[in-house]
C-alpha cells in the first residue's frame, strides 16, 4: 500500500526519504493538514524575512555612506521595526492558536482507543463500545476511515511519546496521568507512528502501525479482534499450543480462550492478524516469529522478554505455527 504524494512540498522532498508512510508533510487528516500549512507558512514567511534582513545587514555594511543613510532614518525604523511586526505577529497569534485548539475533548461519536506506552512496545485497549465487547491488541491501531478517533495514552513505566506523523499531534505518554488525543483519518491506508521520547535502549524500536479501513472492513476486524482464539487444527499447531502451555508462555501473555492469561507481555490472542512484530520490527509471519522466540535479547536487548534459544526448531516451528495461526 504505497502513500501517494499528497502536496507539492511531499513531493519535492520524496527523494530525501520524507514522503510515504510516516510524514508529517503528508497529511491524512485534518488536524495534519492544518499543521502542515502552518509549518508552510512559518518556514516559507522566516525565509522571506531572514533574506530580507540579511540583504538589508550587507546593504548597510558595503553600501556608500550617502546611499545607505535612509536605513537610520525615523520613518525605516517605524515602518520596518514597529509596524511591519506589530502587523504580522497579529495576523500569526491568531492563526496559530487557532490551528493550536484543544484537540483533547473527545468529539461526540468518536471512537475510543486507551494506549499504554512499555518499554518498548504498545498495548492497546479497545474498550466495549455498545454491543461491541471491549479487547486488546498491541504495537497496531486500526481505525475506521472518517469517524474520529479519541486515543488516551499513558505509561506503565518511564515517559514515552506517541506520534503519527501523518495525523498531526505528538503527545507524552506520562506515568500516572492520562493524555488525549484526538485525530480523524481521512483516507485508507497504513502510517506509522512512533515513540518520539527518549525512553532507553530500544527508543529507537518502538514502532506501530496506524491502519484506515474503510467502516464496514473495520467492524468485520473489530467482530473478529473480540472473538476467542481459534482452537488448532493441525497436528503442528496443536504441539504448539502445548508447548504455549508448557513453556510458560501464559504466565506473561493472554490468549483469550485457553489458560494463558498473563498479562505483563502483549496479549496475543489474534497475533496472526498483525502486520508486523516487535513493535514495528518485523514482517509477522513465521519465519520472523521463531527467530524473535529463540533470539529476542539479541534482536532487542533490553526488551523484557528472554531468549528461548534451546528450544529445537522443530519446537520452534510448531510454536510460531500456532502463533500466526492466531488470525
Ligand atoms: Cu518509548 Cu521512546
Not at 535479547?297 to 528461548?308: E, G, L, N, T, V
Request: charged residues 20%; aromatic residues 8%; proline residues 6%.
Amino acid at each position: 500500500n504505497s502513500a501517494k504524494c499528497g502536496t507539492g512540498l511531499s513531493c519535492a522532498l520524496a527523494v530525501a526519504g520524507c514522503s510515504g508512510v510516516q510524514s508529517a508533510l503528508d497529511p491524512a487528516g485534518g488536524d495534519a493538514q492544518r499543521i502542515y500549512w502552518l509549518t508552510v507558512i512559518m518556514t516559507v514567511g522566516g525565509t522571506l524575512i531572514f533574506l530580507l534582513v540579511t540583504g538589508l545587514l550587507l546593504y548597510a555594511i558595503f553600501a556608500a555612506p550617502e546611499r545607505r543613510a535612509w536605513l537610520g532614518g525615523r520613518r525605516t525604523i517605524v515602518v520596518g521595526g514597529l509596524a511591519f511586526p506589530i502587523v504580522v505577529l497579529s495576523v500569526l497569534l491568531p492563526y496559530g492558536l487557532t490551528v493550536m485548539r484543544d484537540t483533547d475533548v473527545p468529539t461526540p461519536g468518536a471512537l475510543p482507543i486507551e494506549v499504554v506506552g512499555e518499554q518498548y512496545w504498545w498495548r492497546v485497549r479497545y474498550p466495549a463500545e455498545q454491543e461491541r465487547g471491549e479487547f486488546l491488541t498491541a504495537n497496531e491501531l486500526v481505525v475506521p476511515v472518517g469517524r474520529p478517533v479519541f486515543v488516551s495514552v499513558t505509561s506503565a513505566d518511564v515517559i514515552h511519546s506517541f506520534w503519527i506523523p501523518n495525523f498531526g499531534g505528538k503527545i507524552d505518554m506520562i506515568p500516572g496521568r492520562i493524555n488525549r488525543l484526538n485525530f480523524t483519518a481521512e483516507r485508507p491506508g497504513i502510517y506509522r507512528g512512533v515513540c518520539a521520547e527518549f525512553c532507553g535502549d530500544q527508543h529507537a524500536r518502538m514502532a506501530f502501525d496506524v491502519i484506515a479501513l474503510e467502516p464496514e472492513a473495520f467492524e468485520a476486524w473489530r467482530l473478529e479482534q473480540v472473538k476467542p482464539a481459534r482452537e488448532p487444527d493441525l497436528p503442528l499447531l496443536a504441539r504448539g499450543r502445548e508447548l504455549f502451555r508448557t513453556g510458560g508462555c501464559g504466565s506473561c501473555h493472554a490468549v483469550r480462550g485457553t489458560e494463558a492469561n498473563g498479562q505483563f507481555g502483549p496479549d496475543l490472542t489474534h497475533v496472526g492478524s498483525r502486520r508486523t512484530i516487535g513493535a514495528g520490527q518485523f514482517p509477522n509471519n513465521i519465519g520472523t516469529l521463531a527467530g524473535w522466540i529463540a533470539n529476542v535479547q539479541h534482536i532487542k536487548p533490553d526488551a523484557r522478554m528472554p531468549s528461548y534459544g534451546s528450544l529445537t526448531g522443530e519446537d520452534l516451528r510448531a510454536l510460531a505455527g500456532y502463533l500466526e495461526s492466531l488470525k
